[in-house]
């Protein structure tokens, strides 16, 4: 019927492994984590299910978003070198050119110079962070976030990982060559 692991099995509990310390190690180790929440969502995967999730998923978390992105939506920004001035006898004073004009002065416009600078911050963009994804980084960041979103799938590597570090018991290896 159902697998015995040891001795001393009732019909309707929970068996556990009684041969070795080994097996408890590995059994112990991969429920105590399967069966208890490590990281709730919001930690790993960034945002939740807010309406600024995608904003918060881009910027925080485990791995944002941020570190998958391969083209980032761009912005022109404009700065102003100098200000304009009207050059009136010997002051130089801050009007309009038909004032300047008025007053026989010179006339400055301003200077200003435009670059086209990446948005890396994903702040007040509504979710539109990322022109296009690193499609194998993007991949594994989602398959790695899965995994730490899920205890379950945390207690069957844990599991995995002591079964095959964790040596043998001398009992079962002498059960073994028997």
């Given amino acids: 019927m159902w697998p015995r692991w040891g001795t001393g099995h009732r019909a309707g509990t929970v068996s556990t ?9 590995v059994f112990g180790g991969g429920t105590s984590l399967a069966l ?6 919001s930690f790993v995967a960034g945002g939740g299910f807010a309406f600024y999730s995608q904003n918060l998923a881009h910027n925080t978390g485990f791995w944002p978003k941020t570190l998958t992105c391969d083209v980032f939506p761009t912005i022109t920004v ?21 004032v300047c004009a008025t007053l026989n002065g010179t006339y400055t416009d301003a200077v200003t110079t435009s670059a086209v600078v990446p948005v890396t911050s994903c702040v007040g963009n509504n979710g539109f962070c990322c022109i296009s ?4 980084a993007a991949s594994i ?3 790695i976030i899965l995994i730490l979103k ?5 207690g069957f590597l844990i599991a995995v990982i002591l079964n095959l570090l964790l040596p043998e018991d001398k009992k079962e290896l002498e059960r073994a060559m028997g």
């Fill in 17 to 25: 492994p009684t041969d070795g310390a080994r097996a408890y190690w």
């Fill in 141 to 143: 960041r989602t398959t």
């Fill in 133 to 136: 994804y690193f499609p194998g």
């Fill in 36 to 41: 208890c929440p490590l990281a709730p969502p």
């Fill in 150 to 154: 899920t205890p379950y799938c945390i």
């Fill in 78 to 98: 404009s700065t102003t070198v100098s200000p304009s001035s009207c050059l009136v006898n010997t002051n130089s004073v801050d009007i309009s050119a038909a």
